[in-house]
């Protein structure tokens, strides 16, 4: 197969975002809700997010500043209160989330507007989407310098909640089939997890035995 290929330096911001947000895909959808100094609730979705450590517990969120050059409402409040919560977006809450995306005039509450409902946090000042099946409250870790267009926020879990059926409490094993999470692909595009399957990392001793199963079917 023939490659085509690109040298992001000579590539505009707009090039680039296209390359990668069709390429890095599918990507996970934090709907993440955080209060302001006033303590007014917000949501917004962001798909420039991931889980990237388990110990400490941290997750990333990529925001890039409003076309006016300041920060979304979002990373505002994350300043203002140190915290902020990643609910995760079902099927069921797909349509809700893609309503508190809208650039609604500062006044209109999108929470209310989505027809979501706020819980209290159990550790931060942040509340949690009701209507999520999990949702991860985060203490503020650190903001990453990388440019003029973008705040990277790295957040620690410190509390995890789940609707009962989603998890199996004792084993903590996370049903995906109720999660039911919602993927970003590129442009306008999304993908559902409903087409699960197992792929188990092998040992040495697995993948050996694996091969020489292969080459005694080929032999015989
Ligand atoms: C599925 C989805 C993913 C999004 N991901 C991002 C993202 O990663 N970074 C970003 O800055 N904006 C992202 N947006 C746009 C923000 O959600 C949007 O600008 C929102 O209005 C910001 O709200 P706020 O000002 O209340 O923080 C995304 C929108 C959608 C629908």
Redesign the pocket.
Known sequence: MNSVSFDFNTLSPRERYKILIGTVVPRP?ALVSTVGADGRA?A??????NCLSSDPAIVAL???Y?PGGQS???VRNIRATNCFTVNVVSGAIMNQ??I????FDAGVDEITEAGLTIAPGAAIAAGRIAEAPAALECRLHSFLNVGESREIVLGEVVYAHFHENAIDAEKLYVDATVLDAVG?MGGHGYATTRDYFELKTMSVAEYSAKNQMKTAAKAS
Do not use: L
């Open positions: 959808i917000n917004a979705p962001f798909s420039f997010f990529g925001v890039e409003s979304k409402d979002t989330m893609n508190c995306a809208v650039p970003r």
